[in-house]
Each structure stands twice: as structure tokens, then as C-alpha cells.
């Protein structure tokens, strides 16, 4: 008699992926949206659109009105953080809004 073991076969399953289009895209997604990341960050319009988004270092310290509405740090009220009664200047904010910025300066 024999035994049930030696006559059971053996199978083996190999999954191989041979889809390397979608991997082709994917990669030049990931380089094409890095690049796009690396030109905000480096020019001066990306600057403009991270400070718009409130992502990024403030800019209400370097004595510059960023957002050429008339008025810079201090006296604009994007650079406080109550800016209805001109409390908590903090130099961290960004110049966002030109469209706040009244005449003059600071009441």
C-alpha cells in the first residue's frame, strides 16, 4: 500500500505584475506634481499663492506691502490676529487681503 501524502500534488501560485504602464504614469505623476511643488515654493507667484492660502512663513515683518493694498505690516490688519480693534500684531501672519487695508494706516 501506498501512502495518500506521496500521491497528492504540489502546486505552486505566482502572481507577477506585468502592468508597468500604470506604474510608468504613477512615476511621472509623483515627478510632475513634485516639480509643480518646487516651482511654488521657489517664485515669487508661488509665494504670492501659499501666503493667499495661509500656508507658509508670514510675511508681516519684512516692512513690505506683500499684498499691495496700501498698507504694510502694522499698519495692515492682516497682520493682526483681531484686526476689528488692531490687538495681537504678530509678524508670523501674511499680508493676504489688498482689500482691507484702510488709508492711512492704523486709526
Do not use: F, H
Not at 509665494?47 to 504694510?72: F, H, R, V, Y
Amino acid at each position: 500500500m501506498s501512502s495518500r501524502d506521496e500521491n497528492k500534488p504540489e502546486i505552486t501560485v505566482v502572481v507577477e505584475s506585468r502592468d508597468t504602464a500604470s506604474k510608468v504614469i504613477l512615476l511621472a505623476m509623483v515627478i510632475l506634481l513634485s516639480g509643480v511643488l518646487v516651482a511654488l515654493l521657489t517664485t515669487e507667484a508661488g509665494e504670492e499663492i501659499l501666503a493667499k492660502s495661509g500656508i507658509g512663513p508670514g510675511n508681516c515683518g519684512d516692512g513690505i506691502d506683500n499684498d499691495k493694498g496700501g498698507q504694510a505690516d502694522e499698519d495692515d490688519p492682516d497682520c493682526y490676529n483681531n484686526p476689528e480693534v488692531w490687538e495681537g500684531y504678530d509678524e508670523n501672519r501674511s499680508e493676504a487681503n489688498r482689500d482691507n487695508d484702510p488709508p492711512g494706516g492704523q486709526p
